[in-house]
Each structure stands twice: as C-alpha cells, then as structure tokens.
C-alpha cells in the first residue's frame, strides 16, 4: 500500500442521517439505534468548461470507524468510493455514484480496508445511479488479484446494492470491480515493450488535465513504405479486460517469431494504450475528466483525447491511398464479442474482415467467435467514423468482464497471429 494513510472523521446527524434511511429501508431499525458516521468529501477536480458540471461524485474518500479501529479509504488511481457510513462496529454502507447522468451501467468501485486487528465485518455497497454489474476482486497489494466472489453474500433483486462479508486485519485489502491496471502500469508496460529494437515509444497527445496520451509503433524502421494498422484502448476506464487484450495483442506482433519479422517488415503498428488517463485515475465509469463519453465523440471531438486519435489516424490515412489497413478499438462488455460495422467488408480492404475472423475461428474449434454486426454503426463511435469518413475496416474488439484472463492472453495471441496472416496475403 503505497504511502501511509490520512483518515478523517465527522458525524453527521438530522437530515444527513434520515437520507441514510433512505437509501435502504434494511437500515431503518439500526440508524436509530446507533450514531452514524460519514466521510469528509473534496472533489478530486473541477472544470468550468465540462459540458457535464462535475458534482460531489468525484471524490477522494477517505474514512476511520467511530472507534479508529476500521480504516478505508479510495485514495489511489483507479479509486471510487463516495460516502462511507458507520452501522454498527462491525458493519458499513459504502456508497458509489457515476460522474454524471444518465450514465452507461459500468458501476465502478475500488477501495482499501484495514482493521487494527483481525474482526469479520460486513459492508453494504450501494450504487446510486446504476446497479451491479462486477464481481468484486480482491488483492493484498494493488498488484496481485485473485477472484472475490466469496465475499459476496447477497445482491438486491434490483442490482441497488450488494452485501459483502470480509474478514479484515492489520494487513490492507483491496477490493475492486476489476483489476486495476493505472495509469502508471500501462506506462511501465509500455516502456518495457519499447525497449526492444523495433518497437518505439512517444506522447503524441495530452488529456484534459494534461496528462500524457502515448503511443507505441511495432515495426521495422527501415521498412519501405509500410502499410499501417492503428489500435487503441481504455476509452472507457472500467473496461480492464480489454487493456489487457490489447496489452497481449501488442505483445504478440512484437514477438520474435518469423511471422512477426514478416509482418512487421510491411507493417507498421500503431498502439494508443490508454486513451483516457484522466478517467483511469479518478475511476470514472465511463467518462473523461469532461464528463464525456469519448466513445461517443467521435465526429463531434469536442475532446483532446478524441482531437489526438484523429489526428493520428488522419496522419496515417495521409501517407497514400492504401496506407491504412485496419483500426481496433479493445473494450470490455458482458461477453466476449467483435463488434462490426454493416459494410466492414465492403471498406478498404475489401473482405478482410471476414477472412479474418474466419481464420481466427478456424483456429480455436472450441471457441466461437461471436459478431454483431451493424453495432451502433450511425452512432459517434470510432469504428463508425473510421468506417464512414476513412472508408477503411473498423472493428471494436470486446473481451467480456468475466472471461479468464489467461484465456484473453490466448485469444489476443491467435487474433493478432491470424490478423498478420491476412494482412499480408492482402499486401502481398
């Protein structure tokens, strides 16, 4: 846990406590008969010019039991948490809220919890504004996850509220809707993938609060007039899965292999990692640091994030008729999934698609590949744009919140192998 903790307390009474009553009528009989305690809230930022005012759902939380035994707090990348209330010694409601409304269902949470001693404790997390969708995951470190389905005891009938039972201790723990993968792990990924001599690393871009939007490029610097394929991720904060698709599949074209030589020899790939920084550090659900879904920006681009893919994209689009082949977009939804456009295989370059995935399936016998084409194809969504304005293939690579991690490793590695595979009968 990095850094040692600061931890606040103030009682709240009156309304504060009749709006807990609320919340959720189980609590009714124990808000009166014992106090109740809740957090100091400070917005993490504020941005005269967001299209969406931010409110107090932006918060770095941090709380301490009435008794300072119980400690927890939101207070790192990726945290969420937005009010906190005692019950009992031994028992808390946790409150969770979106950056704005209406909002896609990605109910995000992420928070530490320490005891001063060894106690079993039960926590009641309410989502206000969505309903819940990811079975919690636990760490002891922020780095190492493993599955926190155990914790769960019970979920509303409406998805409001889920009941955890932990045992808790001396020892931080870490509960959150996915892994975390921050700001800072996908940079030293990044840095580490760069070390290698065909792969190199720039910022070709700034978020809303300025931080750095980088980019990689796999491929042969002494290739002459490579054809060029763009990906990016983590537009929407939650989605860890597909981070860690596209982690694998980056991996996989910079492999030494000599389907790898060849490809990058006539390819070059363009990798944006971590499109949305400022979302990724505040645990948005869905959002940038504006309020604004940026997968839903496209066409608009009233957003920097958005303004630097396009740029990128028009750069690569620029460098001839035929220069870009393929644009990826990885994301996470409820099941693993390639979302089309209805005339991908009409697009530059004809059939790819198609053949691909066809390859991909033809691969892996006990694994279907599931499409859904015409997906939001008239929306403001990246492969829309890309299909509409650059007239080349745009696929949205889904990996659902639930699929094994070791399977998406296996997954990106055969895509990302079949993908080169097509892409060079179709240069050749």
Same mark, same amino acid.
């Given at each position: 846990? *990095? ?35 809740? !957090?100091?809230?400070? *917005? ?8 969406? *005012? ?36 031994? $028992?808390?409601?946790?409150? !969770? ?38 079975? *919690? ?18 979920v509303h009938p409406s998805g409001s509220e889920v009941v ?50 980088? %980019? ?34 980056? +991996?996989?074209?910079?492999? +030494? ?47 920097? +994030? ?10 690569? %689009? ?8 393929? !644009? ?21 370059? %004809? ?31 990246? %492969? ?28 990106? $590695? !055969?895509?990302?192998? +079949? ?10």
């Open positions: 846990m *990095p850094g040692p903790l600061g931890f606040c307390r103030l009682q709240v009474t009156g309304l504060l406590a009749i709006r807990l009553c609320c919340v959720s009528a189980c609590f009714v009989l124990l808000v009166s008969e014992s106090p109740v305690w809740a !957090v100091e809230i400070a *917005p993490k930022s504020t941005d005269s010019d967001s299209l969406h *005012p931010l409110d107090t759902s932006l918060a770095t939380t941090t709380f301490e039991s009435l008794d300072q035994s119980i400690q927890i707090d939101s207070d790192f990348c990726g945290g969420r948490l937005n009010e906190c209330f005692e019950i009992t010694p031994t $028992r808390f409601q946790l409150v !969770v809220r979106p950056e704005r409304k209406p909002i896609n269902n990605s109910a995000w949470y992420a928070f530490r919890i320490r005891s001063n001693e060894l106690r079993s404790i039960t926590v009641h997390l309410s989502y206000q504004g969505g309903t819940h969708r990811y079975t *919690p995951r636990i760490s002891n470190d922020g780095t190492v996850w493993r599955d926190g389905q155990h914790l769960v005891s019970s955890l039972q932990m045992d808790v201790g001396p020892d931080v723990l870490w509960v959150s809707a996915q892994e975390l993968i921050s700001n800072e792990d996908t940079e030293r990924w990044a840095k580490g993938l760069a070390t290698l001599p065909h792969v190199t690393r720039a910022v070709c871009g700034q978020s809303v609060l300025g931080r750095p939007i980088s %980019k990689l490029v796999i491929g042969n610097p002494r290739a002459d007039s490579p054809g060029y394929v763009f990906i990016m991720g983590r537009l929407h904060p939650p989605e860890t899965t597909g981070a860690i698709g596209l982690m694998r599949f980056a +991996e996989a074209i910079a492999a +030494e292999t000599e389907l790898t030589q060849q490809f990058r020899d006539a390819f070059h790939v363009i990798v944006v990692p971590n499109a949305n920084p400022d979302g990724v550090e505040q645990g948005r659900w869905r959002c940038n640091a504006n309020s604004v879904d940026l997968n839903r920006d496209w066409g608009l681009f009233r957003q920097p +994030e958005t303004r630097t893919l396009r740029r990128e994209l028009l750069d690569l %689009k620029s460098r001839g008729r035929d220069s870009l082949y393929l !644009v990826l977009d990885f994301h996470s939804t409820y099941e693993d999934v390639f979302y089309l456009t209805e005339n991908v295989d009409d697009v530059f370059p %004809k059939n790819f698609t198609a053949t691909w995935l066809n390859r991909f399936d033809q691969r892996l016998p006990s694994y279907s590949v599931n499409l859904d084409k015409n997906h939001n194809s008239k929306r403001t969504t990246s %492969k829309a744009w890309v299909d509409r304005v650059l007239n080349v293939a745009a696929v949205t690579y889904e990996f659902g919140d639930n699929t094994d991690r070791d399977a998406i490793a296996n997954l990106s $590695r !055969v895509s990302a192998e +079949e993908m080169m595979r097509t892409l060079l009968n179709y240069r050749n």
